[in-house]
């Protein structure tokens, strides 16, 4: 069955950085489309980044551009996402997705298989 771990969060402070990881199994890793949302205290998860099946188009929401990254390694089946200048509105639960064939969507319905969170914690 797909299993999709998520693991690297924890409490950094503002402007300081973490990376997050999720290795994928029981899937062809480099046929889905691969996709971070988060998860703040009383909010609705939200979309942060996708990368494509073939890795051609990432997309970012506006609020974490040019600090984070997305990017997945096929040999390791995992999907990574680089917070760099953290904010303590980027504190959330991070949840990787993945959608096969996907283009890189922003949109939760999209993705088929999803991981259990990673909490991140961004103190001022």
């Known amino acids: 069955q797909v299993q999709l771990v998520e693991s690297g969060g924890g409490l950094v402070q503002a402007g300081g950085s973490l990376r997050v990881s999720c290795a994928a199994s029981?899937?062809?890793?480099?046929?889905?489309?691969m996709a971070w949302f988060r998860q703040g205290p009383g909010k609705e998860r939200e979309f942060v980044a996708a990368?494509?099946?073939?890795?051609?188009?990432?997309y970012y929401a506006d609020s974490v551009k040019g600090r984070f990254t997305i990017s997945r390694d096929n040999a390791k089946n995992t999907v990574y996402l680089q917070m760099n200048s953290l904010k303590p509105e980027d504190t959330a639960a991070y949840y990787c997705?993945?959608?096969?064939w996907g283009p890189g969507s922003n949109s939760r319905e999209r993705y088929n298989y999803w991981g259990q969170g990673t909490e991140v914690t961004v103190s001022s």
């Open positions: 997705a993945a959608d096969l």
């Open positions: 029981g899937l062809i890793f480099s046929r889905f489309a």
């Open positions: 990368i494509s099946w073939g890795g051609s188009n990432i």
